[in-house]
DNA sequence: ATAGGGTTAG
């Protein structure tokens, strides 16, 4: 019954179950029942729940059963509680490849790719064998790290042991290649392939993206389509993308119309994607018609329209735009400053540049180092240098960087203060110049 | 019977 409810997605029925098979008191769960419900409680990110599940098993001695703690090794990681999820991992006495797989994947998504890299390079250190997960869970933290020597390694692996079979082991390959900017490498993977399916050809788009060559990336829309093969809202964001790079508008519309027929336009990261897309292309009216059929209830769509009126000469529309989203209650964050900021020092107006002051103040945003280099191009474009320079000096010594610091000197040159600029440029760590 | 496993915007 239990297995049933997981196999149906249904974890918080599964839980309800468990608890009702412990209140009366008739059958006590065994080293099967544990994984699903520990799975449950990962699931729903239930970590105090997971935790007195946990302290069940060690009463009754499940603990020490190999499915039972991987269970406990993958339900610590979704609840992000990989020194948990570790203290469990080296208590274990037998470790299968499950385990060793779920650390590799749980480190990367909890954000820790090197760690997810030192366990591999243990696990190949004490002999055990790889599977087709060990891959798909070290490939993306050798892309992310740009580690192209161990992707190598893993690529041999996959070769020397016959795990390229599924295509989820060819797809990681290619995003490997991808990130590490090798894209010749990655497409000849590709091209090997005999069987892709939509993430193969949206990994390999994405990948010409991600090095900068969107012509490539559109090319192979067109052989995806004339395979028969349907986009996914991810496909659909990639190629937006390229588009939005290329100014192509007429491509731009003809995904528009894929993802319309594909009934993928009330995605809200599609929606943003083709508001973003109109916009670069110069056509803000139509990123203003798809942005009024959002639900505008998600902060991405208002940063796309911000972003959108600011490249096309419209700080004024923007910045009402911003109060809009304030009084509809919608939470900005960091990017929809980035958006914002422009506007007010494109219009160089004084009064307006101290109230968004404020309101910076007040919202905690102004401890972020772009959003005080923001403000700071406001002041001195509305022309008062002092209040720039006392932002200026607000930005820890060390937190400074080199947008800071041509900001203000940009500022004093702007106002003709010329020996003042210079002066600032040579307290600079001349270091950052070489970055 | 039970555990892990690919691509995602501003």
């Known amino acids: 019954m239990i297995r049933m409810y997981v196999y149906n997605g249904l974890p918080y029925d599964v839980l309800q179950l468990f608890v009702e098979m412990l209140v009366s008191g008739r059958h006590s769960p065994d080293n099967?029942?544990?994984?699903?419900?520990?799975?449950?409680?990962?699931?729903?990110?239930?970590?105090?729940?997971?935790?007195?599940?946990?302290?069940?098993?060690?009463?009754s001695g499940f603990d020490s059963n190999t499915f039972?703690?991987?269970?406990?090794?993958?339900?610590?990681?979704?609840?992000?509680e990989k020194e948990a999820a570790r203290r469990v991992f080296d208590a274990m006495q037998e470790r299968s490849v499950v385990s060793?797989?779920?650390m590799i994947s749980g480190y990367f998504r909890n954000g820790c790719a090197e760690e997810a890299l030192m366990v591999f390079r243990w696990m190949m250190d004490v002999g055990v064998e790889p599977d087709c997960a060990t891959v798909v869970s070290v490939l993306p933290a050798c892309g992310y790290l740009m580690d192209l020597d161990l992707g190598r390694v893993v690529c041999g692996l996959v070769e020397e042991k016959g795990l390229g079979n599924k295509i989820a082991v060819r797809n990681s390959l290619v995003d490997m290649y991808a990130k590490c900017s090798r894209v010749e490498e990655a497409r000849?993977?590709?091209?090997?392939?005999d069987e892709r399916n939509v993430v193969t050809w949206t990994t390999m788009i994405n990948g010409y993206i991600l090095n900068g060559d969107a012509r490539n990336a559109l090319m192979l829309c067109r052989l995806m389509h004339f395979e028969g093969v349907r986009p996914n809202s991810v496909t659909v964001i990639s190629l937006l993308s390229?588009?939005?790079?290329?100014?192509?508008?007429s491509h731009g519309r003809c995904l528009h119309g894929w993802a319309i027929r594909g009934n993928l336009e009330s995605d809200v990261i599609v929606e943003t994607a083709l508001i973003d897309m109109y916009a670069k292309c110069n056509y803000v009216d139509l990123s203003f018609r798809v942005f009024s059929k959002t639900s505008k209830k998600r902060t991405a769509p208002w940063n796309a329209i911000l972003s959108g009126c600011i490249h096309n000469g419209l700080p004024r529309e923007a910045i009402e735009l911003f109060k809009e989203?304030?009084?509809?209650?919608?939470?900005?964050?960091?990017?929809?400053?980035?958006?914002?900021?422009?506007?007010?020092?494109?219009?160089a107006d004084l009064q307006q540049g101290t109230n968004i002051h404020g309101y910076l103040i007040k919202s905690g945003f102004l401890s972020r180092i772009d959003v005080a280099t923001g403000l700071i191009d406001i002041y001195s474009k509305s022309g008062s240098l002092d209040s720039a320079h006392k932002i200026f000096n607000g930005i820890p010594k060390k937190a400074k960087d080199i947008v800071s610091w041509s900001t203000i000197i940009a500022g004093y040159g702007m106002h003709g203060h010329g020996k003042a600029a210079v002066s600032l440029f040579n307290q600079m760590d001349i270091s950052y110049v070489f970055l």
């Open 32 to 59: 099967f029942t544990y994984p699903f419900v520990i799975k449950a409680c990962g699931e729903l990110s239930l970590l105090s729940l997971g935790v007195t599940i946990h302290g069940r098993t060690f009463m």
């Open 68 to 80: 039972v703690q991987n269970s406990l090794l993958a339900m610590y990681m979704n609840c992000g």
């Open 100 to 102: 060793w797989n779920t």
């Open 188 to 193: 000849v993977v590709f091209d090997k392939m």
């Open 242 to 249: 390229a588009c939005a790079s290329l100014h192509f508008l």
């Open 325 to 347: 989203m304030l009084m509809e209650a919608i939470d900005p964050d960091g990017a929809t400053l980035n958006s914002l900021l422009p506007a007010y020092a494109i219009i």
